[in-house]
Nanobody
Framework: VQLQASGGGLVQAGGSLRLSCAAS????????MGWFRQAPGKEREFVAA????????AYADSVKGRFSISRDDAKNMVDLQMNSLKPEDTAVYYC?????????????????????WGQGTQVTVSS
């Protein structure tokens, strides 16, 4: 199983980035997908998740209205569009896959319930 995240970089506050995660080795359509992030010295935290069917999403309060998660099952990819970026969004961003289960927004925010993780991509937002 491989989750390959890309799209990170350095951007000024107020700017935008689009992260992508390409999945292989899993039946992508049978997995919920999530994005998490980890800043230096902090725990890995939930950012966004999308249900296997693509018609339900969940977001951390800190990114609601600024970030948008989407998936393309034909390409086995999940994207995170990040707008109005802030310096506090600086972190390593990880995509993760959780095997098909009953959708529960609270549980989707629990990093311990994900089955596979990508290697992460660095996002740095300068002020």
């Amino acid at each position: 199983v491989q989750l390959q995240a890309s799209g990170g970089g350095l951007v000024q506050a107020g700017g935008s980035l689009r992260l992508s995660c390409a999945a292989s080795g899993i039946t992508f359509s049978r997995y919920h997908m999530g994005w998490f992030r980890q800043a230096p010295g902090k725990e890995r935290e939930f950012v966004a998740a999308i249900i296997w069917s693509g018609d339900r999403t969940a977001y951390a309060d800190s990114v609601k209205g600024r970030f948008s998660i989407s998936r393309d099952d034909a390409k086995n990819m999940v994207d995170l569009q990040m707008n109005s970026l802030k310096p506090e969004d600086t972190a390593v961003y990880y995509c993760a896959a959780r095997q098909l289960s009953v959708w529960n927004e609270y549980r989707m925010k629990n990093r311990n319930l994900y089955d596979y993780w990508g290697q992460g991509t660095q996002v740095t937002v300068s002020s």
